[in-house]
Every structure is written in C-alpha cells, then in structure tokens.
C-alpha cells in the first residue's frame, strides 16, 4: 500500500487582540482510496524536537480518494510552527511542518 500525501498545505497567520490565527487550506490525496483522516496542530516542540503540548487543533474524519478543507487554529501561546497529519486506514501517516512567522 502507498503513503497518503499532502497536495496542498498552506498557512496564512494574522494576530487579532491576544490570539495567533492560522488560516490552514489542505488537500490529501490516497491512489488506493484509503483516507482516514487529516489533522492540523499548533505544536510547541521542546529542545529535543519532541512536542511538549499541542495549543491547538482540527481534525476531521474522511474518506476516499481525495479530501480538502480549511481550519482555523488559533492560540494565545508559542506555538512557531503548524503541523499537518494525513492518515490512511492502515495507520500510514505523511505529515509536513510550516515554520510560521506572527
């Protein structure tokens, strides 16, 4: 079986009053129909690289060949970075990381 991919992954931020805003547009793609799922995270990663706590997330349940959507993931903490999760039936996970700048 294929990994699940990422077609599209793009983070737009703004800051309104005390929140950082990220506007997340996504698409996934699995050749063998096998979408499970796709999530997006507002992560705060420790020294070693491991995340310490996520600030915020979506996460949506699908299906098929293709998906797409948009989220809105906002926070009042540190987070630097959003974190994109595809998931296919087996557990195959593709993930991608975008540095953000607030």
């Not at 996460?59 to 999760?85: H, I, K, M, P, Q």
């Amino acid at each position: 079986m294929v990994d699940p991919k990422i077609v599209k992954f793009e983070v737009d931020t703004r800051t309104t009053g005390p929140f950082k805003r990220a506007n997340v547009k996504w698409e996934a793609y699995h050749e063998d129909g096998a979408l499970n799922e796709v999530k997006s995270e507002l992560p705060v990663p420790g020294d070693d690289g491991e995340v310490l706590e996520v600030l915020d997330t979506e996460t949506t349940s699908v299906s098929g060949e293709s998906a797409s959507g948009e989220y809105n993931l906002r926070t009042r903490g540190d987070a630097d970075a959003v974190r994109f999760t595809v998931t296919d039936i087996k557990g195959q996970k593709t993930i991608e990381i975008k540095d953000v700048d607030w």
